[in-house]
């Protein structure tokens, strides 16, 4: 029975726009973004949980907001049973050791004036108490990079010598240095082509298998995500509208907006025609997003209700969740 | 780690380039940039005037010989001699020492101040220090510099030493300012928030990611401004403010070479030419460094 | 019923970038049809030339790039010996128009939609009459062109700002500036990569609706096969500067001709099983001043014999209109070609 890694409950992380007194005076005032809204979900251990949705979702918040990059606003995330957003300092070392991301632009998040050797050098300095010896610090360097299948000359170049897969590798490579048991991998093939995501998915997929990671898949690529994720998650507007297990959320596609989201994938399928469903119109803002369901404005079922009341997230059977009032709980 | 890569990996163990590559590297940026050889070599030119003056003056600078002032440029005197008779050509190299001094000393004690103040100001955004640096930023920058400059030189008195301290208050909130803008970007920066997700402390942050992001228009400047340097302290010397004769600085040769223009144009020609190069040289090299200090404009 | 000429002929086109001293051969001996009303898929990875296709057909290649062999005949005329005033003139924005992946880039931040859509409608009516109209005439034109594109109360959008649109929204106004009843071809460069798959399918969607309408040929250059495969009636597959296979978009998917297309196929998650390696090709696209002796795609390629590493492949018709670019075809057939 996996336990639970991460249990996160009621998440909100908001955003304030025009906070100046100025604003309130000439202009419209202080504008919140809801970027994650109540969100509660379950990752559990060994297991790969994807974290689909499009722009304005709130996903790579959510992502953000684990680590404590972006403040929350109320809420718990529970990391191995401890509040992270209420951690000490010594309990939060421990947890940064213990949980590493893997950035979506695989140049950007390196220092492009620090040599890769130095860039993956850095997390193993803040492990040894101690200091360490050169001779050893470029052993493990050389590791971890051939990890990664990356050889050891590259240790002495910068970030802007390399490719978009090897950058990307050499990011792996950091967010393994110290021996993590969770990675979330935000859009870790964005940018790449096709071949060399391939690699990237197997090189993740060897990772997990031989270390024992489990993953927070965020991505948008729905093809990828049901390929690596055992759980998953669809949200929209900073809600979560279906949760459970990846085959269940497929098979079923309880909410009209992942059958929407799903459908509208391209596919180089042999032969089926797709119906895909179009939504139309455009997403919504987050800063001020539809009440009562989020998604009315595009919902091929909308109904009346929906405008008025917010659909809470309901078990459809085997802890496949959805929030629609198509599916209310009996 | 866990997994089963523990084969001792022979070779090249270190995690950065050797200092030579390092070295060549730089060194063929700076060449590739128009103009930064050249840049190079003058500045080369300038500093071997400022550290071996002793060496390769042929005249004490400050040697009188009355009978042969106001000399035009002949073999005896390269350049001429002044209207105490000295030589010009060994005044100038002398100068060049000063010139250097204040050079380095105003601009580097300037950008120290200015980039540290800067990036504690950016990094601390919307906090009372930020508030607070910024304010004194703009009270410092709102007196006009030369007014500023002479306002110190004349209540410390005039020397080399508070020459560059005045100069170099009255530059320090121009990297402030430079250094506070880009801290404000460079801290939005992926590789920051990944510092921080690792658990890395503020300090170390500043020292080891984004100091070295920022500098990059920073050295830009100090090379305009090194040249900038030259020039106040020429004209503090001109107007008797700046080091004390006799001393040799461009500054005074230009203000006696002024008083007796009609007589003799070469006391005013030579050190106007030396100010000239000086400013190009700085100007030069100091692109040429940026780029070659770019590891983006590295081959790949 | 005689076949009518097709609107597009591309015969050897053969493009070099120069830098410095090295020469990258970006396009090798290109040649493809493009008929009337088609949507022709290019497809390919990074580096391999579908951009450089493009712009080498809409003439806007940077001064590096030198064509030094081939043509492009377009209703019939060889663009590469239109001057740039004819191009302007006669061909730009109204016989071929061209649509890019960042809208956001094409678009001014300061000025208008209404001032941006109606200066350029101007100038293509100044190219077509010579006649001075009055504002309103373009503005009126403007305001159909974006109704065209399913704009939601065009007229009120006009005084909009770029800022103030969506990234799908931005992609609708540079569609319909690029489509109109006289557009001949379109060329689509990554015209969906940065949207969200919703409105993806919705952009996408449009533009074959439109291109229907109007019997506009499109060049729809993209590096997601998905798109291509529900969008494009034929395709191309493009390595290193050479076209590898050709035909029809059911061809070329469900029964690929050449090993290096076979291979994209596998490496594709959605035709993966949860848990099953992708395939991830050995080796690495070369530099494309140092292509390989032979095959280009040799070293790299699965089933590489002999005369793959001396002699460059002819680009053959193998089927009726299913083209590739390989010896082994003709010896195997149309075998599938299994690489994992």
């Given at each position: 029975?996996?336990?639970?890694?991460?249990?996160?409950?009621?998440?909100?992380?908001?955003?304030?726009?025009?906070?100046?007194?100025?604003?309130?005076?000439?202009?419209?005032?202080?504008?919140?973004?809801?970027?994650?809204?109540?969100?509660?979900?379950?990752?559990?251990?060994?297991?790969?949980?994807?974290?689909?949705?499009?722009?304005?979702?709130?996903?790579?918040?959510?992502?953000?907001?684990?680590?404590?990059?972006?403040?929350?606003?109320?809420?718990?995330?529970?990391?191995?049973?401890?509040?992270?957003l209420n951690m000490d300092p010594k309990t939060l070392m421990g947890f940064r050791k213990k949980a590493q991301l893997i950035f979506q632009d695989q140049y950007g998040c390196m220092n492009p004036r620090m040599t890769v050797g130095k860039i993956i050098a850095e997390p193993l300095l803040m492990r040894e108490t101690g200091k360490m010896d050169k001779h050893d610090l470029f052993q493990e360097v050389a590791k971890l990079l051939l990890a990664v299948n990356l050889d050891s000359d590259s240790a002495k170049k910068f970030p802007n010598e390399f490719s978009g897969g090897q950058a990307r590798r050499i990011g792996v490579a950091r967010a393994i240095a110290l021996n993590p048991i969770f990675i979330m991998a935000d859009e870790p093939t964005s940018g790449l082509d096709i071949s060399t995501a391939a690699t990237i998915l197997n090189l993740m997929q060897d990772l997990q298998d031989k270390l024992d990671i489990t993953y927070l898949w965020v991505?948008?690529?729905?093809?990828?995500?049901?390929?690596?994720?055992?759980?998953?998650?669809?949200?929209?507007?900073?809600?979560?509208?279906?949760?459970?297990?990846?085959?269940?959320?497929?098979?079923?596609?309880?909410?009209?907006?992942?059958?929407?989201?799903?459908?509208?994938?391209?596919?180089?399928?042999?032969?089926?025609?797709?119906?895909?469903?179009?939504?139309?119109?455009?997403?919504?803002?987050?800063?001020?997003?539809?009440?009562?369901?989020?998604?009315?404005?595009?919902?091929?079922?909308?109904?009346?209700?929906?405008?008025?009341?917010?659909?809470?997230?309901?078990?459809?059977?085997?802890?496949?969740?959805?929030?629609?009032?198509?599916?209310?709980?009996? | 780690m866990n997994t089963t890569l523990s084969k001792v990996i022979p070779g090249q163990m270190s995690l950065t380039p050797r200092w030579?590559?390092?070295?060549?590297?730089?060194?063929?940026?700076?060449?590739?940039?128009?103009?930064?050889?050249?840049?190079?070599?003058?500045?080369?030119?300038?500093?071997?005037?400022?550290?071996?003056?002793?060496?390769?003056?042929?005249?004490?600078?400050?040697?009188?010989?009355?009978?042969?002032?106001?000399?035009?440029?002949?073999?005896?005197?390269?350049?001429?001699?002044?209207?105490?008779?000295?030589?010009?050509?060994?005044?100038?190299?002398?100068?060049?020492?000063?010139?250097?001094?204040?050079?380095?000393?105003?601009?580097?004690?300037?950008?120290?101040?200015?980039?540290?103040?800067?990036?504690?100001?950016?990094?601390?955004?919307?906090?009372?220090?930020?508030?607070f640096l910024i304010w004194l930023f703009d009270i410092v920058r709102s007196f006009p510099q030369i007014i500023l400059a002479l306002a110190i030189v004349a209540v410390l008195g005039p020397s080399l030493v508070n020459v560059v301290m005045a100069l170099a208050f009255t530059a320090f909130p121009f990297y402030g300012r430079i250094a506070r803008a880009q801290t404000l970007s460079v801290k939005e920066a992926d590789y920051i928030k990944a510092a921080e997700a690792m658990g890395q402390k503020p300090l170390t942050i500043i020292l080891r990611h984004i100091t070295p992001n920022i500098m990059a228009p920073v050295i830009v400047c100090l090379g305009m401004d090194m040249a900038t340097m030259i020039i106040w302290e020429s004209g503090l010397s001109f107007l008797g403010l700046?080091?004390?004769?006799?001393?040799?600085?461009?500054?005074?040769?230009?203000?006696?070479?002024?008083?007796?223009?009609?007589?003799?144009?070469?006391?005013i020609l030579w050190p106007a030419l030396a100010i000239a190069f000086a400013m190009i040289a700085f100007s030069l090299f100091s692109e040429g460094l940026r780029v070659a200090l770019d590891p983006k404009e590295r081959e790949r | 019923m005689k076949k009518e000429d097709p609107l597009l002929e591309v015969s050897k086109l053969t493009l070099d970038?120069?830098?410095?001293?090295?020469?990258?051969?970006?396009?090798?001996?290109?040649?493809?049809?493009?008929?009337?009303?088609?949507?022709?898929?290019?497809?390919?990875?990074?580096?391999?030339?579908?951009?450089?296709?493009?712009?080498?057909?809409?003439?806007?290649l940077p001064k590096i790039a030198e064509i030094t062999r081939g043509e492009i005949l377009f209703e019939g005329r060889d663009l590469l010996k239109f001057s740039e005033d004819e191009m302007n003139q006669k061909i730009r924005g109204q016989k071929i128009s061209m649509i890019f992946q960042n809208p956001q880039h094409a678009l001014n931040p300061v000025f208008t939609i209404e001032k941006q859509m109606t200066d350029i409608l101007r100038v293509q009516e100044k190219y077509k009459n010579k006649r001075k109209r009055p504002h309103r005439y373009f503005r009126d034109q403007a305001i159909e062109r974006l109704t065209s594109t399913g704009i939601a109360d065009p007229a009120a959008r006009l005084s909009n700002y770029p800022f103030e649109f969506s990234g799908g929204m931005k992609q609708r106004v540079m569609i319909g500036m690029a489509l109109s009843s006289g557009t001949s071809l379109l060329l689509a460069d990554e015209a969906t990569t940065a949207l969200d798959v919703t409105i993806e399918a919705q952009i996408n969607r449009l533009i074959s609706d439109?291109?229907?309408?109007?019997?506009?040929?499109?060049?729809?250059?993209?590096?997601?096969?998905?798109?291509?495969?529900?969008?494009?009636?034929?395709?191309?597959?493009?390595?290193?500067?050479?076209?590898?296979?050709?035909?029809?978009?059911?061809?070329?998917?469900?029964?690929?001709?050449?090993?290096?297309?076979?291979?994209?196929?596998?490496?594709?998650?959605?035709?993966?099983a949860r848990g099953k390696r992708l395939l991830s090709i050995p080796g690495f696209v070369p530099p494309l001043d140092q292509l390989p002796q032979g095959c280009s795609f040799h070293p790299r390629c699965r089933f590489v014999e002999d005369i793959c590493t001396r002699e460059v492949p002819p680009f053959e018709e193998v089927t009726d209109g299913h083209w590739s670019a390989c010896f082994l075809d003709k010896k195997r057939g149309r075998k599938r070609w299994q690489w994992i």
């Amino acid at each position: 029975m996996a336990m639970d890694l991460i249990d996160i409950r009621n998440l909100r992380t908001y955003f304030y726009q025009n906070k100046g007194l100025l604003s309130k005076v000439f202009g419209e005032g202080m504008k919140t973004v809801h970027a994650v809204d109540d969100v509660s979900l379950t990752i559990q251990k060994g297991r790969t949980f994807g974290l689909v949705g499009e722009s304005g979702c709130g996903k790579s918040t959510l992502g953000q907001t684990i680590f404590r990059l972006v403040k929350a606003q109320s809420g718990e995330i529970l990391f191995q049973g401890q509040d992270v957003l209420n951690m000490d300092p010594k309990t939060l070392m421990g947890f940064r050791k213990k949980a590493q991301l893997i950035f979506q632009d695989q140049y950007g998040c390196m220092n492009p004036r620090m040599t890769v050797g130095k860039i993956i050098a850095e997390p193993l300095l803040m492990r040894e108490t101690g200091k360490m010896d050169k001779h050893d610090l470029f052993q493990e360097v050389a590791k971890l990079l051939l990890a990664v299948n990356l050889d050891s000359d590259s240790a002495k170049k910068f970030p802007n010598e390399f490719s978009g897969g090897q950058a990307r590798r050499i990011g792996v490579a950091r967010a393994i240095a110290l021996n993590p048991i969770f990675i979330m991998a935000d859009e870790p093939t964005s940018g790449l082509d096709i071949s060399t995501a391939a690699t990237i998915l197997n090189l993740m997929q060897d990772l997990q298998d031989k270390l024992d990671i489990t993953y927070l898949w965020v991505s948008h690529n729905l093809n990828q995500v049901k390929y690596m994720s055992d759980d998953m998650a669809v949200m929209y507007l900073g809600k979560i509208v279906e949760m459970g297990q990846t085959k269940d959320v497929f098979n079923a596609m309880a909410h009209p907006y992942t059958k929407a989201l799903i459908s509208a994938v391209p596919q180089v399928s042999a032969s089926q025609q797709k119906k895909t469903i179009f939504l139309e119109g455009e997403i919504p803002s987050p800063i001020n997003p539809p009440s009562g369901c989020r998604f009315r404005t595009r919902c091929p079922q909308v109904m009346k209700k929906c405008k008025t009341r917010e659909p809470i997230l309901t078990d459809l059977g085997g802890g496949h969740l959805c929030a629609c009032h198509l599916h209310r709980a009996n | 780690m866990n997994t089963t890569l523990s084969k001792v990996i022979p070779g090249q163990m270190s995690l950065t380039p050797r200092w030579t590559e390092t070295l060549s590297m730089a060194f063929k940026a700076i060449v590739k940039v128009k103009g930064g050889l050249l840049g190079a070599v003058f500045i080369s030119i300038m500093l071997l005037c400022a550290f071996c003056a002793q060496w390769i003056t042929p005249y004490d600078p400050n040697a009188q010989d009355i009978v042969h002032r106001f000399a035009g440029p002949g073999w005896a005197h390269l350049l001429g001699t002044d209207y105490l008779g000295r030589d010009i050509l060994s005044r100038i190299i002398y100068g060049c020492r000063i010139a250097v001094l204040v050079a380095f000393g105003a601009v580097g004690l300037s950008s120290i101040i200015g980039v540290f103040l800067g990036v504690m100001a950016g990094y601390n955004e919307g906090e009372k220090i930020d508030y607070f640096l910024i304010w004194l930023f703009d009270i410092v920058r709102s007196f006009p510099q030369i007014i500023l400059a002479l306002a110190i030189v004349a209540v410390l008195g005039p020397s080399l030493v508070n020459v560059v301290m005045a100069l170099a208050f009255t530059a320090f909130p121009f990297y402030g300012r430079i250094a506070r803008a880009q801290t404000l970007s460079v801290k939005e920066a992926d590789y920051i928030k990944a510092a921080e997700a690792m658990g890395q402390k503020p300090l170390t942050i500043i020292l080891r990611h984004i100091t070295p992001n920022i500098m990059a228009p920073v050295i830009v400047c100090l090379g305009m401004d090194m040249a900038t340097m030259i020039i106040w302290e020429s004209g503090l010397s001109f107007l008797g403010l700046g080091v004390r004769p006799p001393t040799a600085s461009w500054g005074i040769m230009l203000r006696n070479g002024y008083k007796y223009i009609q007589v003799s144009p070469w006391m005013i020609l030579w050190p106007a030419l030396a100010i000239a190069f000086a400013m190009i040289a700085f100007s030069l090299f100091s692109e040429g460094l940026r780029v070659a200090l770019d590891p983006k404009e590295r081959e790949r | 019923m005689k076949k009518e000429d097709p609107l597009l002929e591309v015969s050897k086109l053969t493009l070099d970038y120069r830098l410095g001293k090295r020469k990258m051969r970006a396009l090798d001996r290109v040649s493809f049809q493009l008929e009337k009303g088609e949507i022709m898929g290019v497809a390919g990875e990074s580096g391999c030339g579908k951009s450089t296709l493009g712009l080498a057909i809409i003439k806007l290649l940077p001064k590096i790039a030198e064509i030094t062999r081939g043509e492009i005949l377009f209703e019939g005329r060889d663009l590469l010996k239109f001057s740039e005033d004819e191009m302007n003139q006669k061909i730009r924005g109204q016989k071929i128009s061209m649509i890019f992946q960042n809208p956001q880039h094409a678009l001014n931040p300061v000025f208008t939609i209404e001032k941006q859509m109606t200066d350029i409608l101007r100038v293509q009516e100044k190219y077509k009459n010579k006649r001075k109209r009055p504002h309103r005439y373009f503005r009126d034109q403007a305001i159909e062109r974006l109704t065209s594109t399913g704009i939601a109360d065009p007229a009120a959008r006009l005084s909009n700002y770029p800022f103030e649109f969506s990234g799908g929204m931005k992609q609708r106004v540079m569609i319909g500036m690029a489509l109109s009843s006289g557009t001949s071809l379109l060329l689509a460069d990554e015209a969906t990569t940065a949207l969200d798959v919703t409105i993806e399918a919705q952009i996408n969607r449009l533009i074959s609706d439109l291109a229907a309408e109007y019997g506009t040929s499109v060049l729809y250059i993209s590096h997601n096969l998905g798109v291509l495969a529900e969008l494009a009636d034929r395709i191309m597959i493009m390595y290193a500067g050479q076209i590898f296979e050709m035909g029809t978009t059911s061809d070329v998917f469900d029964s690929p001709s050449h090993p290096y297309s076979a291979a994209l196929l596998e490496s594709l998650p959605s035709r993966q099983a949860r848990g099953k390696r992708l395939l991830s090709i050995p080796g690495f696209v070369p530099p494309l001043d140092q292509l390989p002796q032979g095959c280009s795609f040799h070293p790299r390629c699965r089933f590489v014999e002999d005369i793959c590493t001396r002699e460059v492949p002819p680009f053959e018709e193998v089927t009726d209109g299913h083209w590739s670019a390989c010896f082994l075809d003709k010896k195997r057939g149309r075998k599938r070609w299994q690489w994992i």
